[in-house]
């Protein structure tokens, strides 16, 4: 005996003729389903208000800033930066800094002129890596500039986080920090997760100060909004202990706004607020010298860090304030147009299921539309932020397609038939298969990317709620090998990527619920086949 939900009709029937419209618990469902819709994407995008930490009169320290425009990488070739940007970013950034940090001296010699001309100060550094020409004409040029330009350069940094990237060993690069001294007035540092100061002590002794990268998100461990500020506070007091009397300066702490979650940490606008306003506080409290990472969304970083690397910005890549420092700030900015276009959807539902038949029907009807538009939106929206190339844009787009293709094919199983829905629905039903075997696979694909390459990827659980709820509630014939191994793949990744995860991330048990659903999705397909 074939197991079905009661809201939608059997495999291979429509619902009854003779059942009368349900004007009532349609109206009901409708307007459930609106007010379901309105506050999801509301509930998502409402303004929170914390204390500012920036004004008119009063500015902040330092923030990271790379030169590039949202179409612009470092990888570039030919490499090209615009003076017109940068005139236009150091003017933005002076209403809010003091100075800022540069990475390269590669395409930046207009910038003393420009920081000069907006009354910023500059920590300049030279990018130092596993090629020793490409170093020594970084390290040229770092001392040509502090020399020529000793009135905005405050300072130099030599190296970013090579001991990191072990492009270079401790010894190797307390020479060359050696030999900037030797030859600039400034004072001279080196910028490096704080760990790698810990494991090369003997790089401490050739720095005017330690610069050290403070990232909670990043950490091994990492520290969920709340515990973030804890944890920077106990590590600065550790480093002003162990190296006193040198100064300590945190010259690089954030939060991305956009990304997966990693254990307790979640990257979201407010929390990027949260984290960048209490930290200045905390800061300037303590007479802690600092610099924010950073300036501007860098979009080109997702290609190496995936979603989150993108999105560690004040402004965003279109140089709009982002809310981090002052006023109110939102975690879905565009809300009001995912609204709009999720109302389409909700509408579209209503008018393809048309006059439904019975009680039944007319309640599932509006809200299966609700939790359409919601969980498309979303998965839209996750796109938006995360989608790097043609390949990931045509991947979210086919997906945004079969789950418009799963919303008809309920919707009309719901609808009472006409002869134009009939063979709508008729077409689709003899595809169903396929369309489940199709989310079943991009469920598949997925899972495996999530257990074995999992750290630069978000969580799809939108992606394939539609068609998991879809046809678990409506069982469909499908090719039973192949729909047995995906079931199997899908199941048997669910587990270890919680263990991966661990146990407290949200996102991972929302994706470990959709896998759920999709398996038992799948499941009861194949059993359809036997009845």
Known sequence: MQVRCAALPP???????????????????????????????????????????????????????????????????????????????????????????????????????????????????????????????????????????????????????????????????????????????????????????????????????????????????????????????????????????????IGETGWPSEGRQRETALPSRVNEAKFIRGFVVMAEHNGWHYNLIEAFDQPWKRASEGAVGGYWGLFDADRQDKGVLAGPVSNLPFWRQWLGIGGLIFLGTLALGGRVRGTRAALILPLLGAVATCSIGTWGELARVTSRFAGEWIWAGLLVGLNLLVLAHAALALSSKTAWRERAFNWLEQRAGWLLAAAGFAGAVMMLALVFDPRYRSFPSAALLLPALVYLCRPVRVPRAEIALLAFIIGAGIAPQLYREGLENQQAWGWALVSGLMVAALWRSLRVRKA
Not at 18 to 40: D, H, K, M, N, S
Not at 41 to 56: E, H, I, K, M, R
Not at 186 to 195: L, R, S
């Open 11 to 249: 495999y291979g029937q429509t619902m009854p003729a003779t059942a009368r419209f349900a004007f009532l618990p349609y109206l009901f469902a409708c307007l459930l389903g609106l007010f379901a819709l309105c506050g999801f994407w509301y509930g998502l995008g409402q303004p929170v208000l914390l204390p500012d930490v920036a004004s008119a009169t009063h500015k902040l320290q330092c923030a990271s800033y790379t030169p590039f425009d949202k179409d612009q990488s470092p990888f570039d070739q030919p490499f090209k930066l615009r003076p017109e940007r940068m005139d236009a970013d150091l003017a933005l950034l002076a209403t809010r800094f003091e100075c800022i940090r540069t990475y390269s001296m590669t395409g930046l010699e207009a910038l003393p002129a420009l920081a000069r001309k907006h009354g910023l100060k500059l920590m300049i550094g030279a990018w130092v890596n596993s090629n020793p020409v490409d170093t020594a004409k970084e390290v040229d040029l770092l001392i040509a500039s502090a020399n020529a330009n000793a009135d905005v350069v405050t300072s130099v940094i030599v190296g970013n986080e090579v001991l990191l990237r072990k492009e270079i060993t401790g010894p190797q690069l307390a020479k060359l920090i050696v030999r900037v001294k030797s030859h600039v007035k400034q004072p001279v540092t080196y910028a490096d997760v704080w760990e790698f100061w810990l494991k090369h002590p003997e790089i401490a002794p050739t720095v005017d100060f330690l610069t050290i990268h403070l990232l909670p998100y990043w950490e091994d461990d990492p520290s969920n909004i709340d515990a973030a500020l804890n944890h920077v506070a106990e590590v600065r007091k550790v480093f002003g202990n162990r190296f006193a009397p040198k100064d300590v300066m």
